[in-house]
């Protein structure tokens, strides 16, 4: 079994799979959450907020942080429900890539990693430059560079 090297220890492809993929659940439904505002109290709006989020099926051990992570999120925000949809590795590229063509994408899903250039030169990437500096609790140049440096699009920014 292939192991990474980082973080200060090695994992195994799967462990780091996993991570990566708590790591993007994680980031992905904090970003629904939004700030808070004055007003409240009686005849407060209760509306809950729909969210789609996507994500390629692999062993079980991810998908089980997938349906945990989005279970509690959703006990800590009932304002927001997680719509989920996922599809074998081998097909997820095409489900998702057809939902673009269709007008009916998910709000946020994980993008494989071979992918990340070939979709963004289709156009269905959002680049987040522009959010990650302005959010000064970011440390970009601190993040792991064999994890981050495959995920800039052009390589040079």
């Known amino acids: 079994m292939k192991e990474i090297q980082g973080l200060g220890g090695k994992f195994s492809r799967r462990q ?17 959450v939004a700030t808070e505002q004055g007003g409240g109290g009686a005849g407060a ?5 729909e969210f789609s989020f996507a994500w390629w099926t692999g062993g079980e051990g991810a998908n089980k942080l997938f349906e945990e992570s989005i279970d509690h999120f959703e006990e800590k925000h009932p304002e927001y429900s997680i719509n989920r949809i996922s599809a074998p590795y081998g097909e997820f590229g095409t489900k998702i890539l057809t939902m673009y063509g269709s007008g009916n994408a998910p709000d946020a899903h994980g993008v494989p990693w071979g992918t990340v250039w070939s979709w963004a030169n289709k156009g269905v990437l959002l680049d987040l430059t522009p959010f990650v500096e302005a959010d000064n609790t970011i ?19």
């Open 16 to 32: 780091f799979l996993t991570l990566t993929g708590g790591v993007v659940t994680t980031t992905v439904l904090a970003s629904c």
């Open 45 to 49: 709006d209760t509306a809950v907020t």
């Open 139 to 157: 440390d970009w140049e601190g993040m792991w560079p064999a994890v981050t440096g495959g995920c800039r699009f052009p390589a040079d920014k």
